[in-house]
């Protein structure tokens, strides 16, 4: 068995390519193997910000003979008179083969020619020659450059290949206009701790030779050791380093050979809040702050650097990061200080002109919708006055702090320097939280808003971005959502379900298609109502699957399929439709399900033969009792009498444990009207009394539909 190992040597790469390389590799490179029939034993991808290389062990030499059945034409075409013909002919020359191999074997379509050849197995350096440049070009990321005079797009210019197999050159080319790279086995090391390059005697070699030579090619090696220096570094100071997992990701893939750097700064910078200090510290600088201990976040007045320099030269680093540090805060304190000489309120007629979108107008006038949908909230939720003028408050403001000096600089502090300057300006502490809230969650796996004002106020900013854009027909589109269009909507549904806001989505959403078709007469309100309720079922749908494990078939049974009565129910109570996901998730696995399933299902399959209206429950107006011809018909008929005070019961007080418990009732009378010794034909020739007995069952369907459509449902 081989080791085949390449190096792609570059210009120093950005720290997200070298991440998406590493994974697209780890997709590509054994796809591309195995679809040559090459199987190993073990394929690690490395990467740093100058190279990426992969090691594959356990190769065979070459590929393995093989046996391939080709399918010819019919046998009618080949052969006339039991002599070959022409389609034969050709057929064999295709496959390089003699006529005489040729076999006539049956099939579905009658009698073909097959033709069985034995293929030689390839070298194994033969295909890598072939796959290597494949590997290499593949790769895709974001602003992929040109160099030189050549055609070849990569990240960075590519200057050097190292391919070996075992400890032997495979010679590979890349020819980019007039610069040619060919292959070696002499790599480069770390350009400030062994300028020298490196020579790899095996292919097994590389990662012992590079590390000697001052880099580490493993970012899991890299992020161990910078883990273990932060937390060192963090401990020297008596106090707790924070580890950021995405500051942390960055880092990893920013450096070759890791070193942990301590830096200081001016306590008087203490007094900003530290959040600004930490936003130029991780977001601008790709620092590490200190904080005092894990449980209280007060920082100390240090940083942790890490660099890529040499080790011995860690003061003179030191100075250079805390010149720039001093800087950056020295700007902070000068925005918090001059934003802070006004109340947050007066930045207000700046927002005018701020464009939130062309078309949409201002982020002030924005302001303004926001408010609207925030008050019809309130009076849904039937807040008090105190709540209910703290919300529009929140409103009023909750952009103010993007025309701030602060925020300006530092993008990242909107909300969170609103939060500051509302305090400081005097508005209660319900406004100032809210202010920060309404822009959570930030993204995937951030908290949510924990007062009722912060979550009111973010439901309608999200809402009023969501009828705006849509509303303009810019719907997101396969993965371009520039708007985070389905970021928001799913933030609105999981605000909703975390603090049990009984909101009615639906009303919410036509008042303000009519509210914005009222501005932009040419809006086809009809078309941006179902655009915007697909849009919400489909994120509905999304994370019931994916967040809360509900089986598929399940949420296909609370929200419908194309059922337009499920669509305005879902969204008129969004938690009642988490609620029945939930429950029909939690009854399937307890067996409950198991034992009304087949009773609902088979009458709900049935009564779609019929035309009863899907929300009728009373049986006395659509069942004729003098029509049944069979005692199973009127015990079907008195159950489902009984059935409905239940049925309605668990509507009204959402307890649809009792629905299940008296459909398990009724389900052997159900049974004895379809199999038992009074059973009855449904579809009997007389049309009255068919559809006497499709209404008994659309009824029992109906009542089921209370808790959802069985249809979908799919037998465990």
Not at 90 to 117: C, H, M, N, S, Y
């Amino acid at each position: 068995m081989s080791s085949f190992l390449l190096e792609v040597g570059t210009e120093e790469l950005p720290a997200s390519f070298v991440s998406s390389a590493i994974q697209q590799w780890q997709s590509i490179i054994p796809n591309t193997l195995a679809e040559q029939f090459l199987n190993t034993e073990k394929i690690d991808i490395y990467g740093t910000p100058r190279r990426l290389a992969v090691l594959i062990q356990g190769l065979p030499t070459q590929q393995a003979d093989r046996v391939e059945e080709v399918k010819g034409p019919p046998a009618a075409t080949a052969f006339k008179d039991d002599k070959p013909t022409k389609a034969a002919e050709g057929f064999a020359k295709k496959q390089g083969v003699e006529l005489d191999a040729l076999e006539v074997r049956p099939t579905e379509k009658g009698d073909f020619i097959f033709v069985r050849k034995t293929i030689p197995g390839r070298s194994t350096a033969e295909i890598l020659t072939q796959l290597i440049p494949q590997w290499i070009s593949k790769l895709e990321g974001k602003r992929l450059m040109r160099w030189g005079d050549g055609d070849i797009r990569f990240s960075r210019p590519i200057r050097w290949l190292v391919s070996l197999l075992d400890d032997a050159v495979l010679p590979i080319e890349i020819v980019n206009g007039s610069e040619t790279v060919k292959s070696d086995r002499i790599s480069q090391a770390h350009r400030v701790l062994h300028p020298e390059p490196v020579s790899i005697s095996h292919a097994t070699d590389y990662v012992k030779s590079l590390e000697s030579a001052f880099v580490l090619v493993s970012p899991e090696q890299r992020q161990t050791k910078i883990t273990e220096q932060i937390q060192t570094a963090g401990n020297q100071q008596n106090g707790f380093a924070e580890i950021y997992p995405d500051l942390l990701a960055e880092v990893v893939d920013l450096v070759e050979f890791p070193n942990a750097v301590v830096g200081n700064f001016d306590a008087e910078f203490l007094k900003l809040p530290a959040e600004v200090i930490t936003t130029v510290m991780v977001t601008q600088q790709r620092y590490f702050p200190i904080f005092k201990n894990a449980e209280y976040r007060e920082l100390l007045p240090y940083f942790i650097t890490i660099s890529n320099g040499d080790p011995a030269k860690s003061n003179i680093i030191a100075r250079g990061n805390e010149r720039v540090i001093r800087a950056r805060l020295a700007d902070g304190q000068y925005f918090y200080k001059v934003d802070s000489t006004k109340p947050l309120e007066s930045y207000l007629p700046q927002l005018e002109k701020v464009t939130f979108q062309e078309d949409l107008g201002s982020v002030r006038e924005k302001v303004t919708r926001i408010q609207k949908i925030a008050e019809q909230i309130s009076e849904q939720l039937q807040l008090n006055s105190e709540t209910s003028n703290n919300i529009q408050r929140a409103a009023l403001l909750c952009k103010a702090d993007l025309v701030t000096q602060m925020v300006g600089e530092f993008p990242e502090l909107q909300g969170v320097m609103g939060q500051k300057y509302a305090a400081a300006s005097g508005e209660t502490e319900a406004v100032a939280t809210a202010i920060f809230e309404h822009y959570l969650p930030r993204g995937a796996g951030d908290k949510l808003p924990e007062t009722v004002t912060g979550q009111v106020v973010g439901i309608s900013d999200r809402l009023d971005t969501l009828i705006g854009i849509f509303g303009l027909g810019m719907l997101p589109t396969g993965s371009s959502d520039p708007f985070a269009l389905r970021r928001a909507a799913n933030a609105i549904v999981n605000i909703t379900w975390a603090a049990e806001l009984t909101i009615n989505l639906q009303q919410l959403i036509e008042k303000n298609v009519a509210n914005f078709a009222a501005k932009f007469p040419k809006t086809n309100s009809t078309e941006l109502l179902s655009q915007l309720q697909d849009f919400f079922i489909q994120r509905i749908r999304t994370l019931l699957q994916e967040e809360r494990g509900i089986d598929y078939d399940l949420v296909n049974a609370v929200l419908g399929e194309n059922d337009p009565e499920y669509t305005e129910r879902a969204l008129q109570d969004l938690l009642d439709v988490r609620n029945r996901a939930d429950f029909l998730q939690r009854i399937r696995k307890n067996g409950q399900l198991d034992k009304i399933y087949e009773t609902v299902n088979r009458s709900t399959r049935l009564a779609a033969q019929g035309d009863l209206d899907k929300q009728e429950l009373e049986p006395t107006s659509v069942v004729d009792s003098k029509l049944f011809q069979k005692s199973s018909e009127q015990a079907f008929y008195d159950a489902i009498v009984q059935l409905v005070p239940q049925t309605k019961a668990s509507q009204a007080q959402r307890n649809y444990q009792q629905l299940v418990d008296a459909l398990s009732n009724i389900a052997p009378t159900v049974s004895t009207f379809f199999d038992g010794p009074e059973s009855v034909l449904v579809m009997d020739e007389n049309l009255e009394i068919r559809r006497n007995r499709l209404n008994l069952l659309g009824l029992l369907r109906n009542h089921a539909r209370v808790l959802a459509d069985f249809g979908p449902i799919v037998k465990s």
